[in-house]
Every structure is written in C-alpha cells, then in structure tokens.
C-alpha cells in the first residue's frame, strides 16, 4: 500500500524537505520536517495495486486520518467518521443477504450483489439515496433495473421461513449495534473522563452482545458459503469497532492484541468459506470479494496496527509534539474528504483477474489458487508435489527452484495436470 499526501507534501517530500514517518521499515501515513521533527500532515489517500484505497468492510481514512491516539477532539472526530462508514458498510452488507437467502441461491441473485453491486449499493446508502431501515434496505427499489428473476427471487427468500428466523436475528443485531453506535456518540461530548470511560465500557458490551449474533455458529452453519462471508463480514465491521473503544481510551496493548487477532480470524475464516464453496456460480460471487478483502481490508488494519505499535514506541516528548500538532489548520494539507469522496464505480481489479483466470483454468484449480493467498503452505505442498511428478516423467525444469517464481495460476493448472494424469495411469493398472 502506497500512501499519497497532498501536492505541497509531496513535493516537500521529493525535495528532501519533509521525511515521510517509518517504522520498522514500514511507512507510516504522516509525514514530517526534515529539520525540526514536527509533524506536518497526515496522508490523504492511498493505492493498492495502483488502485485507490477502497476496502469492502473496513473505513479507508483509518489510516489516511492515522487514528489520532491522543485524547484531543480532533482524534475523536476522525474515529467517528471512520466509524460512520463501517456503519455503512455493515447495513448494506447484511441487507444484501435477503437476496443470498440461507441454502442453496441462484446465480442470477449472486451476480446481482457481487462486489461490484455491492460497492456501488454502499455508495447509494453513502449519498442517501437509499435508507437502511432495522439492517436493510428495499432491494426491490435498489436493484429495480435488474431483470424480473431478480424480484421474483427477493420475494421467495421473504417467504423462506429458515431466513425469517436469521434475519430476525439479524435485525435484533443491527438494533443492539445501531443503539451502541449512538450512545458512543453521545458518550464522545462527555468532558468527565471517568465518566466517559465508563460509558465506553458499557458501549462495548453493547457491541460484544451484537458480535455474539452475527458469530452465533448454529446460524453460519445453516448457510451457504455467500451467506456465510456476509455475516462474518458484518461481524469484522463490529470487531473493528470494538477495537476503536479501546483506542479512544488510549488502551494502545488491547488496540495492537485485537487488531492482530482480527488480521488472523479473517484469515480463518476465509479458508472456511472457500473450502465451502462447491459450486461455479459461488466462486464467481468469493473470489473477487475474497481477494477485495485480502488486497485492501488486511491491508487497512495492518497500516492501523503498525500506526498503533508506533505510537507506543515514541518517547514521551514525540507523543507531546505529536498531540500539540493540529493537523487540521495546516495550510499544507489538503481536505482528505474530496479524495475520498472520489470512488471508482467501474468493474473492480479483482472482477477483471478473475475473468482473465476463468478462461485458462476451471472449478477446482481457481479455488485453489483462492486458497493460497491465505494458506501459502498449501501452495508449498503443491510444488512438492509437481516436483516430484516432473522428475518421474522427465520435465527438468519444473523443478523447487523454478516452481517457487510461477503464478498461483501455474501451481494449480500443473498440479491438476499430474492429478489427472496419476489417476488414468492407476485405472489402466487397475484394468
């Protein structure tokens, strides 16, 4: 992830005039003098494979604002317009499981509220254009110039009554989170920190409570692979909140803990819907979304945890001069918020990788390559195991050294080749 500031930040950067922040190597998303050490500007946006910073849960500007970690009402206002956005994300990603239904779904609805649909459904409820109303939306309305097949789908999963029973559950959820997300709200004016901090409390037991429904297991078990990633999506939208109470208590330890556990769980739970996925139709509403998330939502929260982790290695004076630099009156900075009111509505990176890999691979090879982004260990085995079968036949250049540079695409096509090769030659033995 590349980090962009503002034109006169930049071009002090390039002259030598100012120093972008790094820690352990990794850059931070602050820049500052180069003579004097002061903290000059915050980051105004950021790219990802030469594309904008546009994660599908997480808030960008968590860590385009740095998550301020000083208790100033500057911090506080750029938590809880980070927080407005997950908000967001969350009732439009929930409101589109009443299309996903709970068992096996149609691929006309996936394609209906794929990762495309589903950035430009957000984008709607971001401008008002469409109210989130007890964790949904009228789809109906939202997708009305989709075909007739698509309303008529809306209507049968209304009517199922396994769904009824999760999205009750769902809508008692959203309520409880919706209700602690105000009273955070509120409990950010208090000036008494005692008293804050115990309302900050009670707000995060509020949200542990709606975690609990969102990750109730008996309900992620009855749904399909789709269904399954909304819902632990929308449980990552309430994890990051939660990270965010400890953060305006300047609870830094708990912040950095929870952060890395989140960065884990996702990956856990990627490789459980994925080794889910059983059909074409499924893997072509994941693997965009999957990748998405790879590419840019674990891309936002390790940027947050190395900002975290940074701070609590400064001394004492730093976080004095960090806390008395007011970011927002510096005539270097740019409003962060033109940049990311620019969002890019065309067909997103990972939906054109995916077609380009659908035409020179099938079903199980795409899973697999969907796999090794978070069990490299897998792709390992695999080239084992092509070494070993080109060696049998005489293939001197697949070889460990050669097989470690190819693209996931390769490993999997190559490993399905001997796959299918290994078991002709077993039914010619056998016959």
Same mark, same amino acid.
Request: overall charge negative; charged content about 15%; glycine content about 6%.
């Given at each position: 992830m590349l980090f962009q500031f503002a034109p006169a930040i930049q071009a002090g950067i390039d002259a030598g005039k100012y120093l972008q922040v790094f820690s352990?190597?990794?850059?931070?998303?602050? #820049?500052?003098?180069?003579?004097?050490?002061?903290?000059?500007?915050? =980051?105004?946006?950021?790219?990802?494979?030469?594309?904008? /910073?546009?994660? *599908?849960? =997480?808030?960008?500007?968590?860590?385009?604002?740095?998550?301020?970690?000083?208790?100033?009402?500057?911090?506080?206002?750029?938590?809880?317009?980070? *927080?407005?956005? +997950?908000?967001?994300?969350?009732?439009? *990603?929930?409101?589109?499981?009443? *299309? +996903?239904?709970?068992?096996?779904?149609?691929?006309?609805? /996936?394609?209906?509220?794929?990762?495309?649909?589903?950035?430009?459904? &957000?984008?709607?409820?971001?401008?008002? &254009?469409?109210?989130?109303?007890?964790?949904f939306i009228d789809l109906k309305q939202a997708l009305k110039d989709q075909r007739v097949e698509i309303r008529h789908i809306i209507e049968q999963v209304a009517?199922?009554?396994?769904?009824?029973?999760? &999205?009750? #559950?769902?809508v008692r959820a959203y309520g409880v989170f919706i209700q602690a997300m105000n009273r955070f709200r509120s409990t950010m004016q208090l000036q008494d920190f005692s008293r804050r901090n115990a309302e900050i409390d009670g707000v995060r037991g509020m949200l542990f409570a709606a975690l609990a429904d969102y990750s109730n297991p008996h309900l992620l078990e009855e749904t399909c692979a789709s269904g399954q990633l909304r819902r632990l999506e929308c449980a990552w939208a309430i994890?990051?909140? +939660? +990270? =965010?109470?400890?953060?305006?208590?300047?609870?830094?330890?708990?912040?950095?803990? &929870? /952060?890395?556990?989140?960065?884990?769980?996702?990956?856990?739970?990627?490789?459980?819907?994925?080794?889910?996925?059983?059909?074409?139709?499924?893997?072509?509403?994941l693997f965009p979304e999957i990748s998405r998330i790879h590419n840019h939502d674990l891309a936002v929260l390790n940027s947050w945890q190395n900002h975290v982790d940074w701070m609590r290695s400064l001394p004492s004076s730093e976080l004095k001069l960090l806390s008395s630099t007011d970011f927002n009156s510096s005539q270097l900075t740019n409003n962060s918020d033109t940049y990311h009111s620019v969002i890019n509505l065309a067909s997103p990176p990972e939906q054109l990788v995916y077609e380009s890999l659908t035409e020179k691979s099938h079903f199980y090879s795409l899973r697999d390559q969907l796999l090794f982004i978070f069990e490299p260990e897998l792709r390992r085995k695999y080239e084992f195991y092509i070494s070993q079968q080109a060696r049998i036949v005489g293939y001197k250049t697949l070889v460990a050294s050669n097989l470690q540079h190819a693209s996931d695409l390769t490993i999997a096509n190559f490993y399905y080749y001997f796959q299918i090769r290994d078991e002709s030659q077993d039914e010619v033995e056998l016959v």
């Open positions: 352990n190597g990794v850059p931070i998303s602050m #820049a500052r003098d180069a003579v004097n050490g002061q903290f000059i500007a915050h =980051a105004i946006g950021a790219t990802v494979n030469n594309s904008p /910073l546009s994660p *599908l849960v =997480a808030a960008s500007n968590l860590v385009t604002s740095g998550m301020q970690m000083y208790q100033t009402q500057q911090g506080f206002t750029a938590v809880m317009n980070s *927080l407005q956005t +997950i908000q967001t994300s969350l009732g439009v *990603l929930q409101a589109t499981t009443a *299309l +996903i239904g709970v068992g096996t779904v149609a691929g006309v609805a /996936l394609t209906a509220v794929n990762l495309h649909q589903t950035m430009k459904l &957000r984008k709607e409820v971001e401008q008002m &254009r469409l109210e989130v109303k007890n964790g009517q199922d009554i396994k769904f009824e029973q999760h &999205r009750t #559950a769902l994890e990051q909140v +939660i +990270i =965010a109470t400890y953060q305006v208590q300047n609870e830094v330890s708990a912040v950095s803990d &929870r /952060l890395s556990h989140l960065q884990d769980k996702i990956c856990e739970d990627a490789l459980i819907v994925i080794n889910r996925c059983e059909s074409n139709d499924e893997l072509d509403f």
